[in-house]
């Protein structure tokens, strides 16, 4: 079978992927490296949405669907003003950011687009074999964005909660929404004894994203969130009259799994399945853009690539979370209460962000002092 060679390949041009090739093409360390993007598919689709915060204005400004400078946390019991200053929450919609990357790479004279569905990624004498369906590729270092099976297979060696949720876009006749707030969180309708809640994102007067969010050890089956959906629509918004244009599901692990150890010499494992998803909170894109600018800085400094890729301290703190819901999952209400009552939102996003010190993270843990979280510590 022909043999295809780069300098480096990019298995998956998903969110880790097109950031990595991003920074890897504005770099001129790297302008005369070959570098290849595969994928299965040509990422053609609006199939998910990105939400973050940040200070002032990051690269991503002429993507921005939609920013908010304050927000909310409800529950039956608080109703929370969330003044995000200095961040804001910020929306991408996954087509406009994979539309706005493939064209500044399709710029690039040493970045090629491949469709091809990859099925093995093995070291052989000095190089990395990538086996695709269509083709083989050759390649001196991979950044492979499959996750592990051992993942999957050997779930017990760690703590898993899935963050799973299904949104509706809805749009209605009369101005209804304040697109200039939003929800972070709405406790007042769950499912059964869980840590579940609604997100609601309005875009305009007469549109919004509404979400209901799981964070639980188990899944439920579809119908399950539009029961919720509809009843958030229509008992807390008190909305009869409205149409969904469009909707969107998924799944996310927030998990202490080590997905670190299936890095090798040449094949680095990058997005969820390098573990670059913040395991307490389930945001992965500005953690992606961090981990993709530090894996740059480490190639071209000879470092090991993942030179201070992960903080055993925030891993500490993340397994804690982490056991708390897997042990009382019913307990969520509570934790994200007392989070919020308790700190301001711009310490919590720095926290989530790993940027705090000791004595910020002390009084983090400290709002959340409970029972269950002193038996987390000791297990």
């Given at each position: ?171 209605t006749e009369d101005e209804f929404f304040n697109p200039e707030t939003f929800t972070m969180m709405d406790y007042r309708l769950q499912y059964k004894n ?10 305009t007067k007469k549109k919004a994203f509404v979400e209901f969010t799981f964070f639980t050890p188990f899944t439920v089956e579809e ?157």
């Open positions: 079978m022909q043999s295809h060679h780069y300098d480096y390949i990019i298995v998956g041009s998903g969110l880790a992927g097109l950031q990595l090739g991003l920074a890897l093409s504005k770099d001129v360390f790297f302008k005369n490296k070959k570098i290849a993007l595969i994928d299965k598919s040509s990422k053609s689709s609006n199939d998910k949405t990105w939400c973050f915060w940040e200070k002032g204005k990051g690269q991503w400004e002429n993507i921005i669907h939609k920013s908010w400078k304050e927000g909310f946390f409800i529950s039956d019991k608080e109703n929370i003003n969330l003044n995000l200053s200095p961040y804001t929450y910020k929306m991408i919609r996954s087509i406009d950011f994979y539309e706005n990357a493939k064209t500044q790479l399709a710029n690039h004279p040493s970045i090629s687009f491949i469709e091809d569905s990859i099925t093995a990624v093995e070291e052989d004498a000095g190089k990395v074999m990538v086996v695709g369906k269509k083709k083989t590729y050759t390649s001196s270092h991979v950044f492979d964005s499959r996750i592990s099976p051992e993942y999957f297979e050997n779930k017990n060696e760690s703590v898993s909660i899935h963050q799973h949720f299904k949104g509706w876009m809805i749009e869980s840590t579940s809640f609604t997100y609601v994102l309005p875009i119908n399950v969130y539009d029961l919720y959906l509809e009843r958030y629509v229509k008992e807390i918004l008190k909305l009869q009259q409205y149409k969904i244009t469009a909707t969107e599901i998924g799944i996310i692990p927030m998990t202490n799994f080590s997905f670190q150890q299936y890095n090798y010499k040449r094949i680095t494992k990058i997005g969820t399945a390098g573990g670059w998803v913040k395991p307490s909170s389930g945001y992965a894109f500005k953690h992606t853009e961090k981990k993709a600018s530090l894996l740059i800085e480490n190639l071209k400094n000879n470092l090991p690539i993942t030179t201070n890729f992960h903080s055993k301290k925030y891993h500490f703190l993340d397994t804690i979370f982490l056991k708390v819901l897997h042990n009382e999952n019913s307990k969520g209400k509570w934790i994200f209460e007392q989070l919020y009552l308790k700190n301001s939102t711009p310490s919590i996003f720095k926290f989530l962000d790993e940027e705090t010190s000791v004595l910020e993270d002390f009084k983090i843990v400290k709002s959340l002092y409970s029972k269950a979280f002193i038996k987390a510590l000791f297990q």
